[in-house]
């Protein structure tokens, strides 16, 4: 059997690979978001306050406070900075879509650019926190370590949980059963 998948379809899928490519919605959402677990920026909030955890627990001296500081203002002025590209390069491929006949092969090695050009950018926001790291003593170091080791651990539990939570369910990661056939009479 011969499948065709419809315009729409592809459309849908290149928008929503856009989305992803250009780094995710939360750049897109801006900083008016609340706190509450599941609310858009949520992940967000909750990295700021262990961060801010973190620069407590490291007790910088002048010159490593200095540098954190550089590194913190540099993440948010790029944080926003990244807002207001996704959303240009949305409408720029939204232009590219909506034009009668595109050339989705064009439109996905566009979508392939932005994505390498945002991956510099994040290196560039890297780079700045590990200079930070590197200025750091072996006791901070380690302090940093153990902090990241029990993000990464709680990010682990997060996804087994999020992967395991409705496969005893059913209909859920579960193939379903046909129905019977109606009795003909």
Do not use: C
């Amino acid at each position: 059997m011969k499948t065709r998948f419809s315009p729409r379809l592809l459309i849908a899928a290149l928008t929503l690979s856009l989305g992803l490519a250009a780094g995710g919605t939360a750049l897109a959402r801006g900083k008016d978001f609340g706190p509450e677990q599941g609310k858009p920026g949520h992940h967000l909030v909750m990295h700021e306050r262990a961060m801010s955890r973190l620069y407590g627990e490291l007790k910088l001296d002048e010159k490593q406070d200095t540098l954190w500081k550089v590194a913190e203002k540099y993440s948010r002025d790029h944080r926003e900075t990244m807002r207001e590209r996704f959303q240009k390069e949305r409408a720029e491929i939204k232009g590219m879509l909506d034009q009668p006949g595109a050339d989705l092969r064009a439109v996905a090695k566009r979508m392939d650019d932005l994505k390498t050009e945002a991956a510099k950018e994040r290196d560039s926001v890297r780079e700045r926190w590990l200079t930070v790291y590197d200025s750091l003593n072996a006791e901070q170091k380690e302090k940093a370590r153990v902090f990241f080791k029990s993000g990464f651990e709680r990010m682990e539990r997060a996804g087994d949980h999020r992967r395991s939570h409705g496969k005893d369910r059913p209909g859920r990661n579960q193939p379903r059963e046909m129905p019977a056939p109606a009795p003909q009479g």
